[in-house]
């Protein structure tokens, strides 16, 4: 095996990984050495094919940390875009700096070259100083709570993409996401995506991002598709299954669509799940098929943390534990980890459930292996 094809395995990592190191560096940012961590930490380059979320995870992080968020796509800017624009004066010429630039010295945020790859080398030349140096010449230098970062698609994902020269490469530190399904569903749940697709992607997760056979020209199945799917199903209601087609194939294509879709019937035309959980007298009937058995829980859990007071978000608890019981072990424990990961504090809130235990006794060897 070859030397790079060994440095691409091992710098290979998932979305959660990718938090966790992101998180990392805007702590030693932010909080250990405010003054001086920017300077000292490389900027980073994230690596992957087109749709996995790249620039998603860092918008995030910039959001939920409140700072600045500044997304540069330099393949559709110009050269003096980056440097400033001349200005003839009596004396010589003077340079005026971008006004997206942040100014003061107290600000926090990240700027992202997003598309790096994408951008020709004339541009890539004037980044150099700007990703580096954190500066612009004399004109301007960045804030100390500003951190840099960029994310490119490689030649290989038939992107539009360009080779990155040895001299910018070789001032980032470089990670290559990759897709990974668990992670995914973890973010999933955290942002209320639609059930259908969720659960579609727990029953066939191989469709959660999948190049092979598609027309990349078209729409095809990747992370960034099926969050599109998500919103999609939030406009039509669930007898509009013929004009939703069309646009699920716009966004997965073809041959996911088919498969999407009729998994998203079985959703439609289930029993109502939220009645289910909040109406302790309607019968439990666990479903045989497995299609059946992952959109039964993927519904439970979008519905789980949408009470509309404290009596109804009990009563979803209550029916939540009530339908859990019934389930294989398997489908509980997983059923389970997502709950808990769907809401901040929400291991907590079904850890002091009264039910919780006996829960347990039950399916606790499968939670333990899935944990």
């Known amino acids: 095996m070859k030397d790079e094809e060994i440095f691409d395995q091992h710098n290979q990592l998932s979305i959660s990984n990718l938090e966790k190191l992101f998180r990392r560096i805007l702590h030693r940012i932010w909080e250990e050495d405010p003054e001086n961590g920017a300077n000292q930490l490389p900027p980073l380059m994230i690596w992957g094919a087109p749709g996995l979320g790249k620039s998603t995870v860092v918008r995030d992080l910039a959001r939920e940390f409140g700072v600045g968020f500044i997304d540069v796509r330099l393949a559709q800017r110009e050269p003096v875009d980056i440097r400033g624009l001349p200005v003839p004066r009596e004396n010589g010429v003077e340079w005026l700096v971008s006004a997206e630039w942040p100014r003061d010295p107290k600000s926090k ?15 890539q030349v004037a980044a150099y100083e ?108 669930g007898q509009e299954l013929e004009e939703l087609r069309y646009a699920v194939y716009g966004l997965v294509g073809n041959r996911a669509g088919v498969e999407f879709m009729a998994f998203h019937k079985i959703n439609v035309e ?25 959109a039964l829980c993927a519904a439970m859990i979008y519905y789980l943390w949408h009470g509309q007071t404290a009596k109804e978000q009990q009563k979803l608890l209550d029916g939540f534990f009530r339908i859990s019981l019934c389930l294989p072990s398997d489908f509980a424990a997983m059923t389970m980890t997502d709950a808990m990961r769907a809401r901040k504090g929400g291991a907590e809130i079904l850890y002091k459930h009264p039910q919780y235990q006996e829960w347990l006794k039950r399916h606790g060897k499968a939670f333990t292996r899935r944990r």
């Not at 080779?163 to 942002?191: K, P």
């Not at 289930?270 to 992952?294: E, V, W």
């Open 130 to 237: 700007f990703i580096l140096d954190r500066r612009l010449g004399n004109l301007y230098s960045v804030p100390p709570g500003w951190y840099i970062c960029a994310a490119g698609n490689r030649i290989t994902d038939r992107a539009v993409a360009t080779t990155m020269s040895s001299a910018l490469a070789n001032r980032f530190m470089h990670v290559e996401l990759q897709c990974d399904t668990e992670a995914w569903i973890q973010w999933a749940v955290t942002h209320e995506v639609h059930p259908s697709v969720t659960g579609f992607i727990r029953f066939r997760p191989e469709q959660l991002f999948n190049t092979e056979n598609e027309n990349l020209e078209r729409g095809w199945p990747s992370p960034r598709s099926w969050a599109r799917v998500s919103s999609i199903l939030n406009l039509f209601s």
């Open 109 to 123: 945020g990240i700027i992202m070259f997003d598309e790096l790859t994408a951008a020709d080398r004339s541009l």
């Open 270 to 294: 289930m029993d109502d799940i939220r009645a289910l959980m909040l109406d302790p007298a309607l019968s439990i009937t666990i479903p045989d098929k497995a299609d059946r058995r992952y």
